[in-house]
T-cell receptor, first 113, second 114 residues
Framework: KQEVTQIPAALSVPEGENLVLNCSFT??????LQWFRQDPGKGLTSLLL?????REQTSGRLNASLDKSSGRSTLYIAASQPGDSATYLC????????????FGKGTKLTVNP | GAVVSQHPSRVICKSGTSVKIECRSL??????MFWYRQFPKQSLMLMAT?????????EQGVEKDKFLINHASLTLSTLTVTSAHPEDSSFYIC??????????FGSGTRLTVV
């Protein structure tokens, strides 16, 4: 059974700092991995999607890497801003036919001005 | 890009009544939609997979008679919470995928049963 773990559970940083959020998964046979952002009381916004054959994806100040063999992904946020404050969720689709996303519990990020 | 619209965003209902939540894919056809439930400070829990034109597939422990799912068209899936009770109060989110290259989520529905 696929399990996704995110570390740390919460993170508080001063504005401008570069930071890394970690995600690990137990079954390396994944179809893809997706990072989402969730603001309080809101739905999920997709940030980056990494296919199993890819090693990283970049969008603006965000960079996500994937090491499928070790079951790890990182989300790097450069020059953090107070508007980046949110909960960041990592999710994977395990290869083998199911379309189910398996989520981690998220990292709650607070960027202090 | 793919957009999923979910309504209502908030609903308060009396215990014993039923509530319907709609999930629409606005600019693409979704043969499969997913319904999640999220408890405070917890991650998303998949409740069921909604398949257009067929019965939904429920996850273990989810009561299919309490959470009725209908996926009558390629752009609309509905979740009806029947005979709602306070313990059903939660945040419900739907998602859809154009293909397995990525998932788009609705904005969620905050259900409060009083």
């Amino acid at each position: 059974k696929q399990e996704v773990t995110q570390i740390p559970a919460a993170l508080s940083v001063p504005e401008g700092e570069n930071l890394v959020l970690n995600c690990s998964f137990t079954d390396s046979a994944i179809y893809n991995l997706q990072w989402f952002r969730q603001d309080p009381g809101k739905g999920l916004t997709s940030l980056l999607l990494i296919q199993s054959s890819q090693r990283e994806q970049t969008s603006g100040r965000l960079n996500a890497s994937l090491d499928k063999s070790s079951g790890r992904s990182t989300l790097y946020i450069a020059a953090s801003q107070p508007g980046d404050s949110a909960t960041y969720l990592c999710a994977v689709i395990t290869a083998g036919g199911s379309e189910k996303l398996v989520f981690g519990k998220g990292t709650k990020l607070t960027v202090n001005p | 890009g793919a957009v999923v619209s979910q309504h209502p965003s908030r609903v308060i209902c009396k215990s014993g009544t039923s509530v319907k939540i709609e999930c629409r894919s606005l600019d693409f056809q979704a043969t499969t939609m997913f319904w999640y439930r999220q408890f405070p400070k917890q991650s998303l829990m998949l409740m069921a997979t909604s398949n257009e034109g067929s019965k939904a597939t429920y996850e273990q422990g989810v009561e299919k008679d309490k959470f009725l799912i209908n996926h009558a068209s390629l752009t609309l899936s509905t979740l009806t919470v029947t005979s709602a009770h306070p313990e059903d109060s939660s945040f419900y989110i739907c998602s859809a995928s154009l293909d397995r290259t990525g998932y788009t989520f609705g904005s969620g529905t905050r259900l409060t049963v009083v």
